[in-house]
Nanobody, 120 residues
Framework: QVQLVESGGGLVQPGGSLRLSCAAS????????MSWYRQAPGKERELVAG????????NYAEAMKGRFTISRDNAKNTVYLQMNSLQPEDTAVYFC?????????????WGQGTQVTVSS
């Protein structure tokens, strides 16, 4: 049974930091590209950051560059998102995603999300 379980969300003041974690199980974690997405109220889900299966390459949405860092630990089947200098516009539900293509097949898994609220 595939599971992605996010944790680490919460309420933080502007300028603060949070570290999100996503624990994966039920699939071969090291074969999957992992990403974080977020969805704010009334807005579409958007990509925050992604990391290749071996952790060798990362990519970020422009608004997150320099503030957020994605990393992974394949031994722990966990992907992280370190978020610094948080602003109210970062308030959203943050989702973990695992994706892999194998020939014509595509595997795409989502977590339930964790709420991040940035407010004074």
């Amino acid at each position: 049974q595939v599971q992605l379980v996010e944790s680490g969300g919460g309420l933080v003041q502007p300028g603060g930091s949070l570290r999100l974690s996503c624990a994966a199980s039920g699939f071969t974690f090291s074969m999957y590209v992992m990403s974080w997405y977020r969805q704010a109220p009334g807005k579409e889900r958007e990509l925050v950051a992604g990391i290749t299966n071996d952790g060798g390459r990362t990519n970020y949405a422009e608004a997150m560059k320099g503030r957020f860092t994605i990393s992974r630990d394949n031994a722990k089947n966990t992907v992280y998102l370190q978020m610094n200098s948080l602003q109210p516009e970062d308030t959203a539900v943050y989702f973990c995603n695992a994706r892999r293509r194998a020939g014509l097949a595509e595997y795409d898994y989502w977590g339930q999300g964790t709420q991040v609220t940035v407010s004074s």
